[in-house]
């Protein structure tokens, strides 16, 4: 098993959980909604053999802080992960991005002066429209939400996440997506990141996609219904040179739809831009 999130950093008033471990060239993970660096520890332990890894929980997420009066909009997420890479000493680490974490690093990079070595793009929020049919409707309604009875709650958060597996989670993989947002601050938490989600956050960084000039991979579930694979697509043909790889049989979970093939094709891009960068 990979390190817990033993680390902090202060921003904002926020507290950010985060860990490095591994040798190598930097590689950081970022991940989406509604997860947290959990999802990616597997994938993350198998690179650390090659890389020094970061993983980090956004606030509102994962064992980072969730005041409740804290934004966690995506526009927050941006211009923080631009300061971890600067407190981190990073000037261009590898990057792997999933869900709301492909917005974020795009944000980072395009309006708050982050570079990378590499940018891997896995099922990402990066063009509207986004957001499943469960998303907007809590996006209209948070306050009507937070007051459901615990186990309701919980029903509608396990057949939300579910949704996002093309295959099918186990038990054990549900439970751990599920638990941290069924107890305590969890469910006003969940709910706030949903209501404080907005398409301006794409919408502001589209037109600056034709810019990027960093070494670009897109993978991408051919079976996500979250994000449908169109989008895939269109935002290869908006990325100069952007590469695009399709799993088979994989939705928007692809780390538990696919774990096996997720792992060597990001395997394979990593190594490929180590050799290609000389970092």
């Given at each position: 098993?990979t ?7 202060e921003?904002?008033g ?5 860990n490095r471990?591994?040798d ?12 947290s ?15 020094t ?9 994962g ?7 804290h934004?966690?909009?995506l ?6 992960f631009a300061q971890?890479l600067?407190?981190?000493g990073?000037?261009r680490p590898?990057?792997i991005?999933?869900d709301?974490g492909?917005?974020?690093?795009l944000r ?15 099922d ?7 957001g499943?049919p469960f998303f ?17 709650h ?6 939300y ?14 439970a ?7 107890g ?5 938490a ?9 398409e301006r956050?794409?919408?502001e960084v ?5 810019t ?9 579930g ?7 694979v ?21 939705g928007?979970?692809?780390?538990l739809?696919?774990?096996a093939q997720l ?9 490929s831009?180590?050799?290609a960068?000389?970092?």
């Amino acid at each position: 098993m990979t390190p817990h999130l033993t680390r902090t950093i202060e921003w904002n008033g926020r507290t950010v959980a985060w860990n490095r471990f591994g040798d190598g060239p930097p590689l950081v993970f970022l991940h989406g909604t509604p997860w947290s660096s959990a999802l990616w520890r597997p994938i993350a332990q198998a690179l650390s053999s090659r890389f020094t890894v970061y993983l980090w929980d956004m606030p509102g997420y994962g064992v980072s802080s969730k005041h409740p009066d804290h934004a966690v909009d995506l526009g927050v997420q941006g211009e923080l992960f631009a300061q971890l890479l600067r407190e981190w000493g990073l000037e261009r680490p590898h990057v792997i991005a999933h869900d709301f974490g492909g917005v974020v690093s795009l944000r980072a990079r395009l309006l708050h002066g982050a570079r990378f070595a590499s940018l891997c793009l896995v099922d990402v929020v990066a063009l509207r429209p986004w957001g499943s049919p469960f998303f907007r409707l809590v996006k209209q309604h948070a306050e009507v939400f937070e007051q459901l009875p615990p186990a309701v709650h919980r029903g509608a958060v396990e057949a939300y996440i579910s949704g996002a597996s093309h295959r099918g989670l186990r038990p054990e993989d549900l439970a751990m997506l599920v638990e941290p947002w069924t107890g305590g601050e969890g469910p006003a938490a969940l709910y706030r990141q949903m209501a404080q989600a907005d398409e301006r956050f794409t919408d502001e960084v589209e037109p600056l996609y034709g810019t990027i000039d960093e070494p670009t991979h897109i993978v991408w579930g051919a079976e996500d219904e979250w994000i449908a694979v169109d989008r895939a697509h269109r935002l290869q043909s908006l990325i100069p040179g952007a590469s695009l790889t399709l799993v088979e049989g994989a939705g928007h979970l692809i780390q538990l739809d696919a774990p096996a093939q997720l792992t060597a094709e990001l395997t394979r891009w990593t190594e490929s831009q180590r050799a290609a960068s000389g970092r």
